[in-house]
């Protein structure tokens, strides 16, 4: 064997594990970001926005941190981790953050597809008699940059773990 033939193995495998920790980082980054952006559209379309009154406290578009209880700590969790693992993280930890981002793109699909409510009623009160609104919550682009950021950390685990 000669001496190119050693090292340029090493050096892809260098390379696809240095490309696999800036995803990793890139999607720790967008998950967390992803936190302070609209995850849920609580009021009607604009139109009908301006004869809808929210009660007090529910804001028209939440973020994560206003819809959730408990599920926006785990993703700020993940995202450090994350973070974590791909400055000082070995193939088990790789691993373990895999099932976490599976499990927190799981529920980013899941609450696009079912958009988070503050389960707050919206009353109409122009109509002759005040009635409430049905449920008109919309996907906000809080979901949209957490599934892609997600998808980019698992995307960079495995290329990591492909290298090692």
């Known amino acids: 064997m000669t001496f190119a033939e050693v090292t340029v193995p090493m050096v892809r495998a260098y390379a696809r594990e240095a490309i696999g ?42 973020t994560a941190w206003q819809v959730y209880s408990v599920t926006e700590v785990f993703l700020a969790l993940v995202a450090a981790v994350l973070l974590l693992t ?6 088990r930890a790789r691993l373990g953050c895999l099932v976490a981002a599976g499990i927190g793109l799981a529920f980013a ?30 996907a906000g682009v809080g979901e949209t940059v957490a599934i ?16 090692e």
């Open 86 to 91: 791909a400055l000082i993280g070995g193939r």
């Open 21 to 62: 920790d800036w995803l990793i980082v890139a999607g720790a980054v967008g998950l967390f970001v992803s936190l302070f952006l609209t995850w849920s559209h609580q009021a009607p379309s604009p139109a009908e926005a301006v004869s809808v009154v929210l009660p007090p406290g529910v804001p028209a578009n939440p």
């Open 109 to 138: 699909l899941r609450a696009l597809g079912a958009p988070p409510t503050s389960d707050a009623n919206v009353l109409n009160p122009v109509a002759g008699i005040p009635q409430y609104l049905p449920s008109s919550a919309t």
């Open 148 to 163: 892609a950021a997600l998808g980019a950390a698992i995307g960079g685990l495995a290329l990591s773990l492909t290298a």
